[in-house]
């Protein structure tokens, strides 16, 4: 397994598992970022509870995920989210499009966002030198990813869940006493009005400062709702569908799981989490309305840019405006260390996340034959790519004038999302489909998303004092709208073209959509020709024999082109090239030799065996070999041509280290090239007490424990829509 990405699904003893209550924190974690807190809470102060509904309506998206995603994910034996469309679908296309695409929503959308709504937060908050404490979080955050990779991610989220939870339960219970409870937030928000409403002969729309009638209802009007109903019931469900079963951020944690029980688990216990922030997040945002009006309610452009630096209202400020005001020095601290947590949770996860795509769906592609070494150097150093990509983000969005670049950037995710979440989820639930239709609907559904994005880009917003100069054909409809609209067309186009192409035969579907999904037949992979066909053939040395069929280790790889200085003696120093005069071994010595290297963790073959014992890489001796099959570049003969020279790497690698330095020891410890034992969320073998608390979730009481559970949840979801309808 490569270290930082999380491994396919398969047993409990081969990967590393999160349990349920680790994952569920973990999936909450990642999901509430700094951005989150401020935009609940913001959106509250500005139009009432319905927001809350972007956090209530993730439930039922959370049972889908734990009941019919995850189980085709994990039937599919796949790690990534374009793995599974190239396993679906077939060929390259496909899988590369999303991969970048996923990769420029993390970089233009996810990462910016939460890094500049942590950095409103820490200037009003703290007055400190924004850039000096975003540099030292984002630093912080790529180092410990680099360094503990995907456990490491995990077991944070877990304490930094607990850390957002106690901070916004108390700004929630000190919110509440100053405003004299949930009657008296009812009967003030209402009247919550800034007293400065007019600037010399400009005087504001009395619509643009009064909150709304309806603030306290989730389902309003068709046509002249801000957040019309129809558009929460089934516009929200769109991009949340996409949030949360399309995403890697996500996905990847449940693909951890050690069982779909625990899977299930996980989501349930995120699902009581998101009930939360309606009344820690959303409801202290409207009380600091009322106690703060004319900050967080300013309406007058000189007033708003000097209380928070915008000219177009400053509702956004509403959070850390409670915290500055309200809480006292001491828990203050515990505030920050909140949204601190929040912001490194989400910044690590996607972190996490984009390298395990690059490195696993693009470097891939372009090196078949990359070894596990080689994929676990290439996403470390793209996490620290990642880093100064986000740190160079961040004047850019600080010096922007207008204020709103924190919205486009909500928009991207807005009006990209639906196509992704069309071919999902007809990939799932429609085997008709096949790769073209995928390709084009996505195209399309895309190609018109960026064209709303863009306009809206170009004319600037509409606010409730300046009209928008954009279209109304392309403007005038309601973002939500728009995404149903979007999505339904996405469809269309992918059934399209699927039905006027051939379909895909079902022994290339079994198990991969769900009416296969019990499917016992063996299924014939659609890339497996099509693998063969690019897998290209390493360079021999001067004096050594081609290798007739192609095998990890044997050739030069990219890091040969890097480190120019010193050549020969990294490449020899990381496994990466065959010492001068090597013979390739043969018979009975080979077999020996790799039986021992093999069993490098037993006790006891005697010198020999001891000395391969001693060196950690020959622990890892038949690592390559799991990903190289699972590539097709390999048959039997190759594998155990593989074995022989893992086992000759761990007898060179075991001299060399002898003699080597200091620096050099650091670099193959932060390479990842020295594999050393990490931290893991559960032991390689699984242990009789891990197997035991395991199988509790697998039994008939706790299945129907896991089944109540999710009842209650949804329960109490019907219950909160219907008192705030």
């Known amino acids: 397994m490569i270290d930082g990405i999380a491994p396919p699904f398969e047993h409990p003893g081969q990967a590393a598992h999160s349990e349920g209550v680790q994952m569920g924190a973990s999936l909450y974690a990642s999901n509430v970022g700094s951005s ?19 956090e209530w309506n993730t439930l039922f998206l959370l049972w889908v995920l734990g009941w019919i995603f995850v189980p085709i994910y994990i039937k599919a034996e796949v790690v990534t989210m374009p793995e599974y469309l190239r396993k679906r679908f077939g060929g390259y296309r496909i899988q590369i499009f999303l991969s970048l695409l996923t990769l420029f929503l993390y970089i233009f959308s996810s990462i910016s966002v939460d890094i500049f709504s942590g950095a409103v937060f820490m200037k009003l908050v703290m007055g400190l030198d924004v850039y000096l404490i975003i540099l030292i979080l984002v630093t912080v955050s790529g180092m410990y990813t680099i360094t503990g990779g995907f456990a490491a991610v995990v077991y944070t989220d877990t304490l930094q869940t607990i850390v957002m939870l106690l901070g916004s339960i108390v700004l929630m219970v000190f919110a509440f006493k100053e405003v004299g409870g949930y009657q008296e937030l009812r009967e003030n928000y209402l009247h919550a009005i800034p007293s400065i409403v007019s600037e010399g002969n400009w005087t504001a729309k009395p619509e643009c400062y009064t909150p709304r009638p309806d603030s306290f209802h989730i389902f309003r009007d068709p046509i002249s709702g801000d957040l019309p109903w129809p558009g929460i019931i089934f516009g929200l469900s769109i991009i949340s569908l996409y949030s949360w079963c399309t995403n890697q951020v996500i996905v990847q944690r449940c693909l951890a799981g050690k069982s779909v029980a625990h899977v299930k688990a996980a989501c349930i216990l995120c699902g009581y989490l998101k009930l939360l922030p309606m009344f820690s997040v959303v409801m ?3 009380i600091s309305r009322i106690l703060f009006p004319d900050k967080v309610a300013c309406v007058v452009p000189s007033e708003c840019l000097k ?8 509702s956004h400020i509403a959070y850390p405006v409670l915290v500055e005001e309200l809480i006292p020095i001491g828990l203050r601290g515990l505030m920050v260390s909140s949204l601190w947590a929040s912001l490194m949770s989400s910044l690590t996860s996607i972190f996490n996340s984009a390298s395990t795509v690059f490195t696993l769906d693009i470097y891939t592609w372009i090196r078949p034959v990359a070894t596990e070494k080689e994929l676990m150097v290439t996403g470390r150093f793209f996490i620290i790519l990642l880093l100064a990509v986000s740190i160079a983000w961040v ?26 979440a069309a071919v999902f989820l007809l990939a ?8 073209q239709g995928a390709f084009w609907g996505l195209a399309s559904g895309l190609l018109i998303g960026v064209s709303r994005m863009v306009a809206e880009f170009v004319y ?46 079902d022994k290339h579907l079994h198990r991969l959509c769900w009416s296969l999904r019990n499917s016992q037949e063996e299924r014939v992979d659609l890339d497996v020709e099509m693998q063969g066909k690019r897998v290209f053939k390493p360079r021999t040395q001067p004096g050594e024999e081609e290798a007739p069929e192609p095998w990890v280790g044997g050739g030069g790889h990219f890091l040969s082109a890097v480190f120019t200085s010193s050549e020969t003696r990294f490449q020899v120093d990381c496994g990466l090239l065959r010492a001068s005069g090597e013979k390739s071994r043969s018979g009975t010595a080979a077999r020996a030799t790799g039986s021992s290297c093999s069993q490098g963790a037993g006790a006891g073959h005697g010198a020999a065996q001891a000395k391969h014992i001693a060196h950690p890489l020959c622990r890892q001796a038949n690592l390559g070999t799991s990903r190289t099959a699972e590539l097709g570049l390999m048959g039997p003969q190759s594998m155990a041509k593989l074995q022989s020279v893992s086992v000759h790497q761990c007898d060179l690698e075991h001299v060399l280290k002898q003699g080597q330095s200091c620096l050099w020891k650091a670099w193959h410890l932060f390479c990842g090239l020295e594999l050393q034992p990490g931290p893991r969320l559960a032991p390689q073998q699984p242990t009789p007490e891990r197997t035991e608390q395991g199988d509790k979730l697998e039994t008939p009481l706790g299945r129907k424990l896991v089944k109540a559970s999710g009842l209650l949840l949804m329960a109490l979801l019907f219950l909160g829509h219907i008192y705030y309808f």
């Open 36 to 54: 989150n807190l401020l935009g609940l809470a913001g959106v509250g102060a500005s139009s009432g509870i319905a927001v809350g509904a972007f």
């Open 284 to 286: 202290p945002g409207m």
């Open 307 to 314: 209380h928070c630096g915008t000219r177009t209202g400053c």
């Open 395 to 420: 004047p850019v969005g600080l010096t922007s004038q207008s204020g709103q670049l924190f919205e486009y950037m909500q928009a991207v995710t807005i009006y990209l999302a639906p196509p992704i």
């Open 428 to 435: 799932i639930f429609c085997k008709r489909v096949n790769e």
């Open 460 to 505: 600037g917003p509409q606010s409730c004092e300046k009209s928008s100069r954009c279209p109304a054909l392309i403007c005038g409809v309601h973002f939500l709208y728009f995404d149903i609209i979007l999505f339904a067309l996405s469809l269309l186009i992918i059934l399209g073209v699927s039905l006027a192409t051939d379909p895909i035969p």
